[in-house]
Every structure is written in C-alpha cells, then in structure tokens.
C-alpha cells in the first residue's frame, strides 16, 4: 500500500522531552473527524493489533454459521486466526487454528468436522470437539515418553454468544462480557438482531 506522505509520520509515536508519549499530528482526532493517518499508516494498525485486538471482544461469527455440532468457522483478525466449533447443542468454543505440534492450521474456512473429530492435516494427532486431544502419533518420542494430555490440548479462546453473535477475546483474562455489552445492549435487544438469520458473508476470500 502506498502511504501520501503529507500526513503521515512512518515513526509511529515517539518519546516527548517530558517522557510521554507523542503522537503524530496525522493520527490526532480533528473538530470534523477523524484524520486519515489512523487508517493508513501502518504503525497505528500494529498499535491496535497490539493493544486493541488482542484483548477486546469481537464478533467472529454468527451463531446459525455453525448449525449443528461439528460445525465449524474460522475468523481471522491480523495474523491470528481461530477456529469456531460447535460442541453440542448449547455450546461454542473456539480455539488457536494451529496445531500445537508444528502450527499447521487446522482448519480452512469453513465445514464441518467428521466424526466430531478435529484431525491435524499435518501428522493426523487428533482431539475431540471440546479441544481434549486424542492421539498423538508416535507419543512415547515426546518429552521423554511424559507428554501430559494438557500439553497437547488444543489453545482455548474466550468466547461469549449474545444476540445469535459469537464473540471472541484473546485476552485470558477478559473484560466481563456483560460489563463490555451493557452500553449497547438495549439497541441491540430492540433491534431483535438475535431472531436475524445469516445469508452470505464477504470476507477476506475465506469463503
Ligand atoms: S503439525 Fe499437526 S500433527 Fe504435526
């Protein structure tokens, strides 16, 4: 991407004479808006990915995206991606899509898991829909013969459902969801955004 250079500091913020933190004028909200050095200059993306991203709610899908058990989608926000299953009928995880022997990704847009098995595309170890692994091949060559099945767990991410919207968090120790949604929570129960049904998506070219 090209970045006009008349407004934008590549330097991201920098150190003031007192310590503080300066940022540059191109990212400063204006009386008219919001100037355009927050949306193009790559130093504030990395700040958000880094500050913003990875420990607020976020929706990454929606409920009627994944039916029945088994099912699954994958979100991805900067370079994170995660994958959103179905467990049963009341419940959703999602978790790290990568495989915690060598990071294959263990899911691409979306479908659905056969057998409520999640299998590694790589070297086949397996876990079952809540994350709990399964097999592992060739176990014994792993730490001495003690791999412990939490070692090899699949990476849970924090997820909360609200309105028929499956929110996510990587932070492990969230904001309370509850305390997030309140602000919103009567437009969105007014809107009954919950009984909406999903017809299409246009993301990134992930489906
Ligand atoms: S990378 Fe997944 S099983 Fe090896």
Redesign the pocket.
């Known amino acids: 991407m090209s970045v006009p250079s008349r407004n934008v500091n590549r330097g991201g913020p920098s150190q003031s004479a007192a310590g503080g933190t300066e940022w540059p004028p191109s990212w400063n909200v204006q009386p008219h808006g919001i100037s355009v050095g927050r949306y193009i200059d790559p130093a504030f993306m990395r700040l958000e990915y880094e500050r913003l991203w990875s420990r607020v709610w976020q929706v990454a899908a929606r409920l009627d995206e994944v039916p029945e058990t088994g099912d699954y989608t994958t979100y991805e926000i900067g370079d994170q991606s995660v994958v959103i299953v179905r467990v049963d009928q009341s419940t959703i995880k999602a978790y790290h899509n990568v495989?915690?022997?060598?990071?294959?990704a263990?899911a691409q847009g979306s479908g659905r898991f056969g057998s409520c098995r999640i299998i590694?595309?790589?070297?086949?170890?397996r876990w079952d829909l809540a994350g709990n692994n399964q097999f592992?091949?060739e176990r014994q060559e792993f730490r001495g013969g003690q791999l412990r099945d939490s070692d090899v767990a699949l990476r849970a991410v924090q997820v909360a459902v609200f309105a028929g919207f499956v929110f996510i968090n990587f932070d492990p120790n969230p904001q309370a969801f509850d305390e997030f949604i309140a602000p919103v929570r009567p437009f969105i129960e007014d809107l009954a955004i919950g009984d909406m049904h999903h017809y299409c998506s246009c993301r990134w070219g992930t489906r």
């Open positions: 495989c915690p022997h060598r990071g294959t263990l590694c595309p790589f070297h086949g170890w592992v091949l």
